[in-house]
């Protein structure tokens, strides 16, 4: 028992570690890309030694895969999760353009969106970093297209074409990320306010009630209280 | 006139060693970031002394900014400069797009757009390659709005609000953005389709001919022969 305990403890005690090392990379990743993450830089923001998070991880791809998905797992968190708990259709779409929107402005991480920030640089890798993170955007893009597609019938003017939820998903994705690169580049909030009218805009055309609002924050209570 | 020859060989070669560099610097930066970007890295694949570059540039963000105006300078020839050639209105509108996606797709930069590359990461600085970044994004904003206002005649679906143009200005610029980072990340041109069926539809939904084409090339014949 003695040592069943002494091993849990030293589990959770490493868990621990592990978390607070992996919430500090996702941050720092989200404002340098994730070759800005040393083991030595994160142990001494910290304030403990390099070889206590080199246990940890193993080598730096070890370190950025796992920031990787420590970084997919608060995005699920935050927007996936909370806009799968409302009804399917329109009103789950117009969640997850608020969730979205409200995840950037709010730097749920501390350079915007994580996936937007680290994936300039990793693209031009060829390794498990940028492999890993091709296969989340290609999720993303899925996870859009699937609730544009449970929409359709709250959006007449979609044609019954099938690329045409997947174009609308392209759209609608392409506001959200210029949006987010907008505000971080110019500091203001002139890019949210832009991709909220123009989403709208672009849904109402498609036969959306002309009384559907995307403000910020009204996503947020009932993602809460789920 | 031996001094004045000398001197003018010395600025002349000068002039062609600070091309070549900075040639090298766009795409390296353009793969990197701008934080990639080292005097001694540079000075090694040139095949030079690190003293040779380090008495071009004093500084590294002297060498940052340096490495802006040229890509500034290769967008303007590239995009812009080919856009303005074409009569204004919804014509300089099309060229300017196809010219946008051209200059991507074609890898003018080895790291697809140069700006949004190295955008992400300059972002959360706070130094004078920031500023420039932001002030190059507002001018490439405020072009797409100017040739949309411009095109605004034949677009009778555009509302007169002022706002109309600069948020379909945002619209195309997004989905130009996204295009861009989908096929890096991705390797494939399926987001070029996705921006050109996207934007061309969305231009006909205005009002412009049903038999206008977006596609890939088109914009280059003309911009060459200029």
Redesign the interface.
């Known amino acids: 028992m003695q040592n069943t305990a002494t091993s849990d403890g030293r589990r959770l005690r490493g868990d621990e570690s592990r978390r607070a090392v992996l919430r500090l990379a996702v941050d720092r990743a989200s ?3 994730l ?2 993450l040393t083991i030595g830089g994160l142990a001494s923001e910290l304030g403990v030694s390099k070889s206590n998070v080199a246990t940890l991880f193993g080598s730096k791809l070890e370190l950025q895969l796992a920031t990787i998905e420590a970084a997919r797992a608060i995005f699920i968190d935050t927007v996936t999760t909370p806009a799968l708990a409302r009804p399917r259709g329109l009103q789950r779409l117009i969640a997850l353009i608020e969730l979205w929107l409200d995840y950037s402005e709010g730097r749920v991480f ?3 969106c994580f996936f ?2 680290v ?6 890798k060829d390794d498990a970093a ?1 492999d890993r ?2 296969q989340i ?2 999720e993303w893009l899925a996870f859009v297209t699937r609730a544009v597609r449970e929409a359709g019938a709250e959006l007449p003017g979609l044609s019954g074409g099938t ?1 045409a939820a ?2 609308l998903a ?2 609608i ?3 959200l ?2 949006a987010n ?2 505000s ?3 500091r203001t909030s002139r ?1 949210y306010a ?2 909220r ?2 989403i709208r ?1 672009r849904l109402i ?1 498609l036969g959306a009630p002309p009384d559907i609002t995307l403000s910020p924050g009204s996503a947020a209570p009932l993602s809460k209280a789920e």
């Open positions: 404002l340098t890309g070759d800005g501390a350079g915007g937007r920030a994936g300039a640089d990793a693209a031009s940028r993170l091709a955007d290609a690329d997947e174009v392209f759209e994705g392409s506001m990320e210029a690169s907008m971080l580049l110019h890019g832009l991709a009218s123009s805009e055309a």
